[in-house]
């Protein structure tokens, strides 16, 4: 088993920033590919971004390209997410995910662990 918790959400005004962080234990986490998904109100969670065990490769979705960073910290245990000129519509709960395959996957059912999330609110 693997367990994530997320931090760093919270209420930020358009055109802010925030850094979303979230760390692993149980399992080695150099094992495993990281991913950010978000789900707004009334919405299907969806992928935001990903990053491959060693950190060389990340991939983005076109909503996050350009204004969100995917990194981590393999002595830390933990992943994070740096979202620029945040809009409105970024509003979300941002969820942390592991995946012991591939890091280049951006359904649900490709990622094996979840963190429980944590809200983000941007106002305009």
């Known amino acids: 088993q693997v367990q994530l918790v997320e931090s760093g959400g919270g209420l930020v005004q358009a055109g802010g920033s925030l850094r979303f962080s979230c760390t692993a234990s149980?399992?080695?986490?150099?094992?495993?590919?990281m991913g950010w998904f978000r789900q707004a109100p009334g919405k299907e969670r969806e992928f935001v971004a990903s990053?491959?065990?060693?950190?060389?490769?990340?991939y983005y979705a076109d909503s996050v390209k350009g204004r969100g960073t995917i990194s981590r910290d393999n002595a830390k245990n933990t992943v994070y997410l740096q979202m620029n000129s945040l809009k409105p519509e970024d509003t979300a709960v941002y969820y942390c995910a592991a995946s012991g395959g591939s890091y280049f996957v951006t359904l649900e059912r490709d990622w094996d662990y979840w963190g429980q999330g944590t809200q983000v609110t941007v106002s305009s």
């Open positions: 149980g399992r080695t986490f150099s094992n495993y590919a």
């Open positions: 990053i491959n065990w060693s950190g060389r490769n990340t």
